[in-house]
């Protein structure tokens, strides 16, 4: 799955559009190397997302498509949260 749809999907990230801004401006990175929006995310890997003033680590869990908000929670686990200074 395009990581820009993973974001949007697993409600990491808002919207799509977003998701894709973030990756264009390297906040957004798998496996320890900065990702565009239509890098392919698989089980397993971790994704890194740097907000303005905090940083998410998230391992993936599941690609599923169209989850439900419920189920959204259920595709990451987060791994890391800091705050940025």
Do not use: W
Not at 24 to 52: M, Q, R, T
């Amino acid at each position: 799955m395009r990581l820009d749809k993973y974001l949007k999907n697993s409600r990491l990230i808002k919207r799509r559009t977003v998701a894709r801004e973030a990756c264009d401006k390297g906040h957004v990175s798998i496996n320890g190397k900065v990702s565009k929006a239509g890098a392919e995310v698989d089980i397993g890997d971790e994704i890194v997302i740097v907000f303005g003033q905090s940083t998410v680590k998230v391992r993936v869990l599941s690609v599923e498509d169209n989850p439900g908000k419920a189920e959204a929670g259920s595709l990451y686990e987060i791994i890391e949260e800091s705050k940025n200074h």
